[in-house]
């Protein structure tokens, strides 16, 4: 089966570009263009070049004895949580960035739920000497405060978002509504695999370097290139997108998405997707997302900022509908046990957003033999007055 985005910007029947008339320019000109731009070898070599040298890859492909000794399989964790700005984003914003630039823009836009893409982006910007302002929930703003600073240090003008729930949903509808004002001069480097096409597709592709290395670096550490399972968080889903990408053909390698069940799916407070959602466009693709009866929006709820959205991308749709992906939710308790966990017996603070998928880990039926690699797509520096106020450690 062919997972692959097709001419018109679909996964299957998800996907597209659902988009105002303002837009339009934009979307079409990357549409056009991005192919060309990033399959020339001058661009592969800056970005290869700036994933080694500035954001620090290959990042580890860690045996976590402990964790492995506990769950009697073979645990392996892909280490993002050490790449420059902490987390797995700033694969895709060095590719954006050096995509805005050969397309002349002077303005990045960008939105942020846990902060962790604000700060990519950010830390991009500066590198490239560009204009940047992030949009970001007010909520995510009060529980996120280092990443908001971080991103102000970095010279980024942090606007709130203080409509509907003040969140990652929201963030994005302002992100979108800057962009339709300033069509000409601004890019809008989207952070996960959401959005109108090209985005879902390119954001895939810049993070695609995560699963290249598993294959690698598997192949050096185990003799083998395929994993029985890899393990990833979904909220928009670009880790999982990228953990995920050069495995999605080949069948003896189960697919494992985490998302965030918040307090419980029947609880009315959670943010899993496959579970309530259905068929619907959100900012500017179809995809599965959760709405009422009538198709507005369900406020999403989850401890962490980065999986607090109420739909997933087109291509994560497309792996629940067709069945290659199994997808898993993780409550905040679960979810933060299993951070603790792994703090205690690896010495890895994960990102709560990771915690998620080590969540799975105590649902899955695993083997003594069996290869897991799980995708730490984060670190948890930025969690840390979470993990205080959750307290029970």
Same mark, same amino acid.
């Given at each position: 089966?062919?997972y692959?985005?097709?001419?018109n910007g ?10 105002p008339?303002m ?5 079409e000109?990357l549409?056009e263009q991005y192919?060309?731009i ?7 070599a ?5 994933l ?13 004895k402990?964790l492995?000794?506990k ?6 964790l892909?280490?993002?949580d050490?790449?420059h ?5 700033v694969n895709?914003?060095?590719?954006q960035?050096? @995509?805005?630039?050969a397309?002349?823009?002077q %303005? &990045? *836009? =960008?939105e942020? #739920?846990? $902060? ?8 991009v ?8 302002i992030v949009y970001?929930?007010?909520?995510d703003?009060a529980?996120?405060?280092p990443?908001?600073?971080?991103m102000?240090?970095?010279?980024a ?5 203080k409509?509907?729930s003040?969140?990652l ?17 601004t ?21 695609s ?5 598993i ?5 050096? @550490? ?6 029985? %399972? &890899? *393990? =990833?968080?979904? #909220?928009? $889903? ?10 999605l053909?080949?069948e003896r ?5 985490v ?9 009315g ?6 579970v309530l959602?259905?068929?619907?466009v ?6 599965l ?8 929006v ?8 980065g ?16 069945g ?6 993780a409550?905040?308790?679960e ?6 966990e792994?703090?205690?017996?690896e010495?890895i603070?994960?990102? &709560?957003?990771?915690?998620?998928a ?6 899955l039926?695993?083997?003594?033999d069996e290869?897991?690699?799980i995708n ?9 007055e979470t993990y205080?106020?959750w307290?029970k450690?």
């Open positions: 089966m062919k692959d985005v097709d001419s679909y996964y299957g029947q998800f996907g597209g570009a659902f988009i008339e837009l339009y320019p934009n979307i000109e549409r192919l060309k990033i399959e020339k070898e001058s661009f592969k800056e970005f290869d070049d700036l080694k040298q500035y954001v620090g890859r290959p990042t580890p492909l860690y045996f976590a402990r492995s000794e769950y009697k399989a073979k645990i392996y892909k280490r993002e050490l790449c700005t902490g987390a797995h984003k895709n914003t060095i590719g960035i050096l @995509l805005a630039k397309l002349n823009k %303005k &990045i *836009i =960008a942020t #739920g846990a $902060g962790q893409h604000g700060v990519a982006t950010a830390t910007c500066a590198l490239m000497g560009m204009e940047c970001m929930g007010e909520v703003m529980r996120q405060r990443n908001v600073e971080r102000r240090l970095l010279g003008e942090v606007v709130p978002a409509s509907g003040r969140t949903k929201d963030a994005t509808n302002e992100a979108m509504r800057h962009w339709i004002s300033n069509p000409t001069d890019h809008y480097i989207i952070g996960s695999v959401v959005g109108p096409h090209p985005y879902p597709d390119m954001v895939a592709r810049f993070q370097v995560i699963s290249a290395e294959r690698t670096q598997l192949s050096s @550490l185990e003799g083998r290139a395929l994993p029985d %399972k &890899i *393990i =990833a968080c979904v #909220g928009g $889903g670009s880790n999982a997108a990228g953990a995920f990408y050069h495995y053909n080949d390698v189960e697919l494992i998405a998302e965030a069940a918040g307090k419980g799916n029947e609880s407070k959670s943010a899993a997707t496959t959602g259905k068929p619907g959100l900012h500017g693709s179809k995809t997302l959760m709405q009422t009866e009538d198709g507005q369900v406020e999403p709820y989850s401890i962490s900022a999986l607090d959205y109420p739909g997933i991308g087109p291509i994560h749709a497309h792996l629940f509908d067709v290659r992906v199994k997808f898993e939710s409550t905040d308790q979810a933060m046990e299993a951070g603790v792994l703090s205690r017996l010495g603070i994960p990102a &709560i957003e990771s915690a998620h080590l969540a799975a880990l105590s649902k039926e695993l083997k003594a290869i897991i690699v730490l797509s984060g670190r948890g520096d930025k969690d840390l205080i106020k307290g450690y």
